[in-house]
């Protein structure tokens, strides 16, 4: 047999499907062989990692991340992080792959011509592997004929369009021109399911009041703005029976709208993300720092209330109405006038004014330590919605997203074996541990019980926390070309057909 690159002994393997202690064999960037403990000698490889006893999982699959991303949302708020910084962060947290939005606004005539740019501003900067969503702000008949050669040229298989924010908001028959387009081409329709008028409304209600602290923000926006475009969404869905992803879904309510959906069989998928288990609209009325610190925590749609909209997240994790838990990674700097939260606060705001506080927090390095602490989902559920069913869902699977020998990629975490990561009480996050290019962290002194102690990407060892920390290099994350989802996609065969109706 031809020698190993790398051997890892000792660890207990989890996948979405299997758990068992399996020595892993690595060549050429791929899984090369999984054996019982003891068959391998390491002298069989290059190079060997004893696991120590720990859980051993696939790299981290992130798939709703903005990075370097031109102003588009209003304000003058301005991604922190570029791809370099953002995929140098991804790695120490253990994401090996991020899939992030390539936006177009209005005003732009091509979804080629954006990508194009996203492409420059990341080839030869990323630190993991990479891809794109299309973010569609203008569906225009040109732009829908680039839906084919976007996913059969480009591998670009997935675009997410918006039910809020002024550049970017779709009416209902623009929704459809999308959804129907996409079904056709095999594409997946992500969206962000805020009804953009109502909040619009609400926003100049609470203005008339003088209430424009950061909690207003959480105010403006209750859960029934985001129930309501959850069920218009998935109406239009079901009409044209168009596979789609719920993007970052908040509120159990909304939840219980698409678990239905999915009772009836239709392709419907959800997202959430770690501030909806984490954070709530108490973390937005922070009093410090002249009662605006609670900036530091606004996003959309925003923390809800408490622990039992939090538990409603954890359920729907537990029964699988959720699919994919993402980060969401939006980064702006805290302390930063310019372009950053602060950006807001003015002579006639002291504590800013919600409608234009930078919306956004970074998230893609905590993700799944904060997650798998918790252990509130099991193992295999954990590396199901962080890891296996984003790839699968955006054409990944199973390069990524599982350790198939022959066929996946050397992505791996190595964990510490349990209590060894700073003793029985953890270690607690602080936003110095971080690798982002941002001034904090809005999960400053959780409690961690897990962080990577390796990384590897395709073979290679790109963040060892006991050695030199970050080892991977700028340029080695390459693009990938996705294909079509491999879930469960429109009900019907071929093409819509109005006449049916
Ligand atoms: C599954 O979770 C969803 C979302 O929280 C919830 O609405 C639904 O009632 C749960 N279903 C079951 C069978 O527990
Ligand atoms: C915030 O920025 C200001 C101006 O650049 C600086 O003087 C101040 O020390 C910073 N504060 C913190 C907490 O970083
Ligand atoms: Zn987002």
Partial sequence: MDKLDLLVTGGILVTASDTAPLDIGIRDGKIALLAPPGLLSPSIATKHIDAGGAYITPGGVDTHVHLEEPPLFG??????????????????????????????????????????????????????????????????????????????????????????????????????????????HGITTMIHAENGDVLNWMTRKLEERGLVDPVYHATSRPQIVETEATGRAVALAELVDAPMLIVHV???????????????????????????????????????????????????????????????????????????LSSDHCPFMY????????????????????????????????????????????????????????????????????????????????????????????????????????????FEGRKLKNWPRYTILRGEVVWDRDGDGLVGKKGYGEFLKRGKSSLPGPRKAGEFDISQF
């Fill in 250 to 324: 908040s509120s159990p309510r909304a939840a219980a709208v698409i678990r239905e959906a999915q009772t009836r069989g239709l392709p419907l998928y959800a997202e959430t993300c770690p501030q909806y288990l984490f954070l709530t609209r108490a973390d937005m009325a922070h009093p410090g720092d002249n009662g605006f610190e609670g900036a530091k925590c606004v996003c959309s749609p925003p923390p809800r209330d408490g622990p039992e909209d939090h538990d409603g997240i954890w359920l729907g994790l537990q029964n699988g109405t959720f699919t994919v």
């Fill in 75 to 184: 304000g003058r708020g301005r991604s922190s992080d570029t791809f370099e910084t953002g995929t140098r962060s991804a790695i120490c947290g253990g994401t090996t792959t991020v899939v992030a939005f390539a936006p177009q606004a209005k005003s732009m005539p091509s979804l080629l011509e954006v990508l194009r740019d996203c492409h420059d501003r990341a080839r030869g900067n990323c630190y993991s592997d990479y891809g794109f969503h299309m973010l569609v702000g203008n569906p225009s008949p040109a732009v829908l004929k680039e839906f084919g050669p976007l996913i059969n040229e480009e591998g670009v298989s997935s675009l997410k369009i918006y039910m809020t924010y002024e550049a970017l908001q779709l009416r209902d028959d623009e929704i459809l021109d999308v959804l129907c387009e996409s079904r056709g």
């Fill in 335 to 442: 302390n930063d006038t310019e372009k950053g939260k602060k950006s807001i606060i003015s002579e006639k705001y002291p504590r800013g004014h919600f409608k234009g506080i930078p919306n956004g927090i970074p998230g893609i390095e905590t993700r799944l330590s904060l997650v798998m602490s918790e252990a509130r989902i099991t193992m295999q559920k954990f590396v199901e919605v962080t890891s296996a069913n984003p790839a699968k869902l955006y054409g990944l699977y199973p390069r990524k997203g599982a350790l198939l020998p022959g066929v996946s990629d050397a992505d791996l975490v190595i964990w510490y074996p349990e209590g060894q990561l700073s003793g029985a009480e953890g270690l607690t996050l602080t936003n110095e541990m971080l690798h982002h290019n941002v001034d904090y962290t809005p």
